[in-house]
């Protein structure tokens, strides 16, 4: 018996301390992870990146447990690049709020950071740091009241048109080249500026007894100060004295394009000012005396088969550059042919200009045939600066059936090129197109679809109205309207922008400013068209290369 009860106690024994330990050892249920459960950014919800994002965005982040506020300034934070971005945070329980102390920039590239310090008032730490890219898009409210389309027009018009009047050079009344430049003034600027002169005079921005002060000043100084070349000018001409500005190092002698641009402009200044007084009289026979003093024959180079661009008396013809090729000097062998004094024949015309029909194109891009030049049309200036006097409208030659359609399909090849944006540059769209000669936020380029750096000028396409009206005017709303703000200054819209380096211009151009003014006319009434293609010169000059037109 007494065997028995020693061997049951340590039983019991064992039996209850089994059953003690298995209470005392059960484990503790685990507390519920501190963690980010939402994240709202705009009208965006739960992304990794947030893309085209309002500027004016709120951000609101939801949690598991209810936040320490002590730790959130410390560790959840909104970067541009390297900078601390300021902000307000509203912490109610569960929920952060944080709100941007000044609307975000647009276009550009944010991180919302959470370090892993943040941590719930129960004094639990979030189980993981997160990272959120943010890229916002345009600030789209309108940064200027409605007004009706056409009177949006004539406002671009009209204030364009006010670089060249009252940054008219002082001794010459002709055009700077920009508008911070006090003393070099450019020769073919100021032929887009005497054509501005003319449409201000027509829709009373000035009188037209003061549009022919303006152009007879012009028109002396070049006749009584200027250096001339063989009856050429320079590109760029001092102020001062009417001597030349070396535009490069070889370059400081007579420049026929630039003549040509010049010329162009004169001329249609020529048959606007029809009047029998004797002011508008004498204007008419100096525009004359100058036009037939130009040697176009004379830049053929000793007779040869192409228009050379330039000539020097330091340098003669060493810069060797013909003018061929599909470009923007279509106007150079118009006006060399219409020369009544130092004309040119048609065969330099067809292997100089159109290298004997090798300027032909005839390929499609998005679906658009290009008759002439490059492919996908180069910048478009080409289809502007010859084009504020010569009326493509029905015109043909033996190089091109249409010379419309050339100038429509060019512009809208780069209407769709910036909708389909293959680079991805920010802003480019059916709003925001146009790819041409202009500044950039790496210096001055002739940007195109085949050399696009996402700048974009607002020339490219306000120029292009009478082609695209559509589509230019989807572009001048957004450039206005929209991002008016940043590019509508006291001469216009500045020279260019880029979206994506969130670049601005602060200059104007002339030679970009001058189009703008005077495609838009010639889309709302065909004025300088009108006026040009009426200069009996230029209809002989134009069918004797070959060109057909009901307005020849």
Same mark, same amino acid.
Not at 170 to 178: C, Q
């Given at each position: 018996?007494?065997?028995?009860?020693?061997?049951?106690?340590?039983?019991?024994?064992?039996?209850?301390?089994?059953?003690?330990?298995?209470?005392?050892?059960?484990?503790?249920?685990?507390?519920?992870?501190?963690?980010?459960?939402?994240?709202?950014?705009?009208?965006?919800?739960?992304?990794?990146?947030?893309?085209?994002?309002?500027?004016?965005?709120?951000?609101?982040?939801? *949690?598991?447990?209810?936040?320490?506020?002590?730790?959130?300034?410390?560790?959840?934070?909104?970067?541009?690049?390297?900078?601390?971005?300021?902000?307000?945070?509203?912490?109610?329980?569960?929920?952060?709020?944080?709100?941007?102390?000044?609307?975000?920039?647009?276009?550009?590239?944010?991180?919302?950071?959470?370090?892993?310090?943040?941590?719930?008032?129960? &004094?639990?730490?979030?189980?993981?740091?997160?990272?959120?890219?943010?890229?916002?898009?345009?600030?789209?409210?309108?940064?200027?009241?409605?007004?009706?389309?056409?009177?949006?027009?004539?406002?671009?018009?009209?204030?364009?048109?006010?670089?060249?009047?009252?940054?008219?050079?002082?001794?010459?009344?002709?055009?700077?080249?920009?508008?911070?430049?006090?003393?070099?003034?450019?020769?073919? &600027?100021?032929?887009?500026?005497?054509?501005?002169?003319?449409?201000?005079?027509?829709?009373?921005?000035?009188?037209?007894?003061?549009?022919?002060?303006?152009?007879?000043?012009?028109?002396?100084?070049?006749?009584?100060?200027?250096?001339?070349?063989?009856?050429?000018?320079?590109?760029?001409?001092?102020?001062?004295?009417?001597?030349?500005?070396?535009?490069?190092?070889?370059?400081?002698?007579?420049?026929?394009?630039?003549?040509?641009?010049?010329?162009?402009?004169?001329?249609?200044?020529?048959?606007? *000012?029809?009047?029998?007084?004797?002011?508008?009289?004498?204007?008419?026979?100096?525009?004359?005396?100058?036009?037939?003093?130009?040697?176009?024959?004379?830049?053929?180079?000793?007779?040869?088969?192409?228009?050379?661009? /330039?000539?020097?008396?330091?340098?003669?013809?060493?810069?060797?550059?013909?003018? &061929?090729?599909?470009?923007?000097?279509?106007?150079?062998?118009?006006?060399?042919?219409?020369?009544?004094?130092?004309?040119?024949?048609?065969?330099?015309?067809?292997?100089?200009?159109?290298?004997?029909?090798?300027?032909?194109?005839?390929?499609?891009?998005?679906?658009?045939?290009?008759?002439?030049?490059?492919?996908?049309?180069?910048?478009?200036?080409?289809? /502007?600066?010859? *084009?504020?006097?010569?009326?493509?409208?029905?015109?043909?030659?033996?190089?091109?059936?249409?010379?419309?359609?050339?100038?429509?399909?060019?512009?809208?090849?780069?209407?769709?090129?910036?909708?389909?944006?293959?680079?991805?540059?920010?802003?480019?769209?059916?709003?925001?197109?146009?790819?041409?000669?202009?500044?950039?936020?790496?210096?001055?380029?002739? /940007?195109?679809?085949?050399?696009?750096?996402?700048?974009?000028?607002?020339?490219?396409?306000?120029?292009?109205?009478?082609?695209?009206?559509?589509?230019?005017?989807?572009?001048? /709303?957004?450039?206005?309207?929209?991002? &008016?703000?940043?590019?509508?200054?006291?001469?216009?819209?500045?020279?260019? *922008?880029?979206?994506?380096?969130?670049?601005?211009?602060?200059?104007?151009?002339?030679?970009?400013?001058?189009?703008?003014?005077?495609?838009?006319?010639?889309?709302?009434?065909?004025?300088?068209?009108?006026?040009?293609?009426?200069?009996?010169?230029?209809?002989?000059?134009?069918?004797?290369?070959?060109?057909?037109?009901?307005?020849?």
């Amino acid at each position: 018996m007494k065997k028995a009860l020693l061997l049951f106690f340590p039983l019991l024994l064992l039996l209850l301390t089994a059953c003690g330990g298995s209470e005392k050892d059960e484990p503790t249920p685990p507390a519920t992870p501190f963690e980010l459960t939402n994240i709202t950014i705009g009208d965006k919800q739960n992304l990794a990146t947030f893309e085209k994002v309002s500027t004016a965005a709120v951000f609101v982040l939801e *949690f598991s447990d209810a936040v320490d506020g002590a730790t959130v300034t410390a560790n959840i934070q909104l970067k541009k690049g390297e900078t601390v971005v300021a902000v307000g945070t509203n912490v109610d329980g569960k929920k952060i709020t944080i709100t941007p102390s000044s609307i975000l920039t647009t276009f550009a590239d944010y991180k919302l950071i959470i370090n892993s310090g943040l941590k719930s008032a129960a &004094g639990m730490l979030i189980t993981t740091g997160k990272v959120y890219t943010v890229k916002t898009g345009m600030d789209d409210s309108d940064k200027f009241p409605r007004i009706t389309d056409e009177e949006l027009l004539t406002k671009v018009q009209q204030q364009t048109f006010k670089y060249f009047w009252d940054l008219g050079a002082a001794n010459s009344g002709m055009a700077r080249e920009r508008n911070g430049w006090s003393d070099i003034v450019t020769t073919g &600027g100021t032929g887009f500026g005497v054509m501005a002169m003319v449409v201000a005079s027509e829709r009373d921005f000035v009188s037209r007894a003061q549009a022919l002060g303006r152009v007879q000043k012009i028109v002396t100084f070049l006749d009584e100060r200027c250096v001339k070349y063989r009856g050429a000018y320079a590109h760029w001409i001092k102020d001062a004295d009417g001597s030349t500005a070396p535009f490069s190092d070889k370059d400081n002698g007579g420049d026929l394009v630039e003549t040509a641009l010049l010329f162009q402009g004169l001329l249609t200044a020529r048959a606007y *000012f029809d009047g029998a007084s004797a002011e508008e009289t004498k204007l008419r026979d100096d525009i004359t005396r100058l036009w037939e003093a130009i040697e176009w024959d004379w830049y053929r180079k000793n007779g040869g088969d192409q228009l050379i661009w /330039h000539w020097s008396l330091d340098y003669g013809w060493d810069i060797n550059m013909g003018v &061929g090729g599909w470009n923007e000097a279509l106007i150079v062998y118009v006006l060399a042919a219409s020369s009544p004094t130092h004309t040119i024949p048609k065969e330099v015309y067809d292997k100089g200009w159109a290298h004997n029909g090798s300027i032909r194109n005839g390929q499609k891009f998005y679906g658009l045939e290009l008759p002439l030049g490059d492919d996908m049309g180069g910048p478009l200036f080409f289809a /502007h600066y010859s *084009f504020l006097g010569i009326n493509p409208k029905d015109l043909s030659d033996t190089y091109a059936a249409d010379y419309w359609l050339q100038n429509k399909n060019h512009s809208l090849i780069h209407y769709n090129y910036c909708k389909e944006n293959p680079k991805k540059y920010a802003g480019y769209g059916e709003n925001c197109w146009g790819l041409t000669a202009c500044d950039g936020n790496d210096g001055y380029n002739a /940007h195109s679809p085949t050399n696009d750096k996402g700048v974009i000028a607002p020339t490219a396409a306000l120029s292009s109205f009478p082609y695209t009206p559509e589509e230019s005017m989807k572009a001048l /709303h957004y450039y206005y309207y929209k991002i &008016g703000d940043k590019i509508w200054k006291d001469y216009g819209f500045v020279d260019a *922008f880029n979206l994506t380096a969130q670049w601005y211009d602060k200059e104007t151009l002339a030679i970009d400013q001058g189009p703008i003014i005077g495609m838009i006319e010639n889309h709302r009434t065909g004025l300088l068209w009108n006026l040009f293609m009426s200069i009996p010169e230029v209809k002989v000059g134009m069918k004797k290369l070959g060109f057909e037109s009901p307005n020849l």
